[in-house]
């Protein structure tokens, strides 16, 4: 079945610094990728929706200047959480469709960043 | 818009019991996913449907388009079925972004 591979798993970083988080579909090509968020005890939130070779569409209330989005080929679609701050302390995950398995989404394994 | 509600919020059973989780849905849907996350965070698609009714294993997956319903089944649950169940909807109209429902917590005792 169609796999999406996301790393870091987990990542630690002091306040101020940037952080990149990798989602790569393995056996299919992605030319659409979907970044999402998780609070604690709550459902995901979409961020942006990534679309290959063009920019990303951010949702309302989400800075595009502090999530950046970069979706350079097919396969891989990158998170930047730029100078961080102890409140984008978070979950976050992405997910991809593959238009080949009749519109199913697979889900990264998320990442969760602790900003110190 | 599209707003979906899941029932119940928490869930606590038995080893071996049937389980049922319900969602509903206001708006015409392409698709609906089931979905299940774990402690850890990862999240697993445990069926897609767009009509009639999906078995893999002890779930049970059925959707009823016309009332706007779907049910998660677990049959002979085990502690190891314990995890958050989501259902999330998503229309190609709407730019096929999933459309979450909060989510069931799900735990199950031996």
């Known amino acids: 079945g169609a796999v999406v591979s996301q790393h870091p798993s987990w990542v630690i970083c002091k306040s101020g610094t940037s952080v990149k988080i990798e989602c790569r579909s393995l056996?299919?090509?992605?030319?659409?990728m979907f970044w999402y968020r998780q609070f604690p005890k709550q459902s995901l939130m979409l961020m942006a929706t990534?679309?290959?070779?063009?920019?990303?569409?951010?949702e309302q209330g989400v800075e595009k200047d502090k999530f950046l989005i970069n979706h350079a080929s097919l396969t891989l679609s990158t998170l930047t959480v730029t100078s961080a701050h102890p409140e984008d302390s978070s979950f976050y995950i992405c997910?991809?469709?593959?238009?080949?398995?009749?519109?199913?989404?697979?889900f990264g394994s998320g990442t969760r960043l602790t900003v110190v | 818009k599209n707003e979906v509600e899941q029932s119940p919020q928490n869930l606590t059973a038995q080893e071996g019991e049937f389980i049922t989780i319900n969602c509903s849905y206001s708006v015409g849907i392409s698709a609906l996913h089931w979905l299940q996350q774990h402690p850890g965070g990862g999240i697993v698609s445990l069926f897609m449907l767009s009509s009639g009714k999906k078995k893999h294993g002890r779930l049970i997956a059925t959707i009823n388009i016309q009332e706007k319903h779907s049910s998660l089944h677990i049959t002979a649950s085990h502690p190891r079925d314990s995890a958050v169940y989501i259902c999330?909807?998503?229309?190609?109209?709407?730019?096929?972004?999933?459309?979450f429902g909060a989510g069931t917590i799900l735990r199950v005792k031996s």
């Open positions: 056996d299919f090509q992605a030319t659409t």
């Open positions: 997910s991809a469709r593959d238009g080949g398995l009749d519109y199913g989404y697979t």
């Open positions: 999330a909807t998503f229309t190609m109209e709407y730019g096929n972004k999933l459309v």
């Open positions: 990534s679309n290959e070779g063009s920019k990303a569409t951010y």
